[in-house]
């Protein structure tokens, strides 16, 4: 019996250590789904927000001195008083973040539309995601 185990044994072993060198790092997967902050210029940030808020129009424009000014109007569909926080994130031309305002807490009556008004730090912004969330 000990004859034959110990010939089984390192073969055994050095399979399974070989299966687990399948070849290298792996590709990500599902690159593309859940990305929207990457490319979307307006985003809700949870569900509740989704239900509640929608943006009737974005409009930008550069200033004088070379930043981004960036102006939302959003919109409350339910017919109570909602609280939301909003902020930007302004980016370069690869969509990498190069300034981000701080979030700011905004009430929306019943079925009512507010523009909120975001600028730019520097002039390095070439794009911008604005991000609604529920305040909590």
Same mark, same amino acid.
């Given at each position: 019996m000990k004859s034959i185990l110990s010939p089984i044994l390192p073969a055994l072993l050095? #399979? $399974?250590l070989l299966s687990g060198c399948g070849g290298g790092a792996y590709a990500p997967k599902n690159t593309t789904k859940y990305n929207q902050e990457t490319t979307a210029k307006f985003v809700l940030l949870d569900p509740g927000t989704q239900r509640s *808020? $929608?943006?009737s129009g974005l409009q930008e424009r550069r200033l004088p001195d070379g930043r981004m000014? *960036? $102006?939302?109007n959003l919109r409350n569909r339910e017919n109570r008083r909602i609280e939301v926080q909003v902020n930007c994130v302004f980016k370069d031309e690869q969509h990498f973040p190069v300034d981000e305002t701080p979030f700011q807490i905004i009430? #929306? $009556?019943e079925n009512a539309t507010e523009g909120v008004r975001f600028v730019?730090?520097?002039?390095k912004a070439k794009d911008y995601t604005v991000r609604v969330r529920q305040s909590r």
């Open positions: 050095g #399979l $399974t *808020v $929608t943006c000014e *960036v $102006t939302a009430m #929306l $009556t730019s730090m520097n002039d």
